[in-house]
């Protein structure tokens, strides 16, 4: 299968998956399923445990994304001397963060009705936190893999590392009770997409 070929199917599974989830939004099926994941998150709420995960979600927010956007582009700069590294890092976030925008005002779901541990506003599907994150850092994932794999075989690690943060970051927003599971999974669907067609930009302005 080619390349082409393997980028549509990927597309279109991950559409019809989002879309699958957004049609159901209300009904019994994926209210119980949402309920079972939150329940099963929640139960592990401690004092010290919900400090840590605040931490955690807060990497996920723009209060850490934008320094980290800075920091990234400011990075690529001194490494490699072309303005296409920052530009591109650029376009990622604050294309990710508008199409998380448009997709809450198309949805409009209200958050989940418990508790909520930290302050938030606005819609809930998809998870911003889920979508952004995965969109963002694993785009700085990618470039920091592309930079690395051929001068140290510890490269391999940082797609891992990142993906564990991603997850958590997801996850976070279950257990403080901000988001239905069913948000954050379609966070992350779009989110991934979003990550696809930035890597696939990157690569046809062949940067190296």
């Known amino acids: 299968m080619s ?24 009904s019994e099926g994926l209210g119980q399923f949402d309920q079972w994941i939150s329940t099963f998150v929640q139960q592990a709420r401690s004092e010290g445990l919900t400090m840590i995960i605040i931490a955690i979600t807060t990497i996920g927010s723009y209060k850490t994304e934008f320094p980290v956007l800075f920091v990234a582009a400011l990075v690529f700069w001194i490494l490699k ?68 794999k051929e001068k140290t075989n510890k490269a391999i690690f940082i797609p891992w590392l990142f993906g564990i943060l991603i997850f958590c970051i997801g996850l976070s927003r279950i257990y403080l009770g901000v988001h239905y599971p069913s948000d954050v999974i379609a966070g992350f669907l779009i989110g991934g997409l979003w990550l696809n067609f930035c890597i696939i930009l990157s690569d046809r302005t062949k940067i190296s």
Do not use: C, Q, W
Request: without cysteine.
């Open 3 to 26: 390349l082409y070929k393997k980028t549509f199917l990927f597309t279109l599974i991950i559409i019809i998956s989002y879309l699958g989830i957004s049609l159901r939004i209300g």
């Open 81 to 148: 001397r072309k303005l296409i590294f920052p530009v591109l890092l650029v376009i990622n976030l604050f294309g990710v963060r508008f199409l998380n925008h448009f997709l809450k005002a198309a949805i409009e779901r209200p958050r989940p009705t418990g508790d909520h541990l930290v302050e938030v506003s606005g819609y809930s599907f998809p998870s911003g936190h889920a979508m952004i994150s995965i969109g963002f850092y694993g785009f700085i994932a990618f470039l920091l893999y592309k930079e690395l």
